[in-house]
């Protein structure tokens, strides 16, 4: 039989989880490209006693059942994937993308990620890398002597070389989307993994079939709200707070049977 302090006992737990998740997103406030979860719970199943419509008599029902919960757990953490302010940093590396997609990058292992983040750096040979040197998976290499590299919205890379009339067109960086990037594993280092839940990647130019533009000299900041946290902060205390005079409660009703009756 659930007891009252099992089911506040239950409560506690996931607010704990969702304290936990609001202690995140308020830690990666100033993150580049992050976004922000967000707690989802459901109820546990009900001990029912009594159905709706049960008999009450020879020819009467009941017009409700009689039944108690059994408490709360959490189902998951919802990513948000809303966009970010755009900040402006006059840096050519930097990249922001404006709207849907991702920079897919080469992992260590030989798969991929997939990131938000945009600032990009110059590696030793001149690849475009993350700032822990992760080279994009469609590797782009700016010509040595280039003194100007300019990136369309449509990602088109073209670099002013000492010596050339004519800018040289370097390349071209693709986005790539996916059907349910909330379903995308975080590995961390602003890097997601593609996952049963989020489909495979499509790769695509930018502007196009749904992507986003890219926005060069740009980074996105974070998405995370510090005031809406903070109210969901002090929401989440006062739940916490309130479950745990429901057990005090049930444990000294408990007591109280033991001690007199």
Not at 54 to 80: M, N
Not at 154 to 164: F, K, L, P, Y
Request: no cysteine; charged share 15%; aromatic share 4%.
């Amino acid at each position: 039989m659930t007891t009252a302090l099992n089911i506040a006992r239950s409560g506690l737990d996931a607010l704990d989880q969702r304290m936990k998740t609001i202690a995140n997103n308020l830690a990666n406030v100033a993150t580049t490209g992050f976004k922000r979860d967000r707690a989802s719970f459901a109820t546990l199943l009900y001990q029912d006693d009594r159905t709706p419509g049960a008999a009450s008599g020879p020819d009467t029902q009941y017009a409700t059942g009689l039944g108690t919960g059994t408490g709360v757990r959490v189902v998951g953490t919802e990513r948000i994937h809303a966009q970010g302010t755009l900040l402006q940093t006059d840096n050519a590396l930097d990249l922001a993308i404006d709207g849907a997609g991702f920079f897919a990058i080469q992992l260590p292992d030989g798969t991929q990620g997939f990131t938000r983040d945009g600032g990009f750096k110059l590696s030793a040979n001149g690849e475009l890398v993350t700032a822990s040197g992760l080279r994009l998976a469609q590797p782009l290499t700016i010509p040595d002597g280039a003194t100007q590299v300019v990136i369309a919205p449509d990602g088109t890379v073209t670099a002013q070389v000492a010596g050339e009339a004519a800018p040289v067109e370097v390349g071209q960086l693709q986005l790539t989307r996916f059907l349910n990037p909330a379903g995308l594993m975080p590995i961390g280092d602003n890097l997601y993994r593609e996952s049963a839940g989020s489909g495979p990647p499509t790769l695509g130019v930018a502007g196009q079939a749904g992507l986003g533009q890219i926005r060069q000299g740009m980074l996105e900041g974070s998405n995370v709200s510090s005031v809406q946290e903070l109210v969901d902060m002090i929401e989440t205390q006062r739940a916490y707070e309130i479950n745990s005079k429901v057990i005090n409660a049930a444990d000294e009703m408990s007591r109280y049977v033991v001690q007199n009756v």
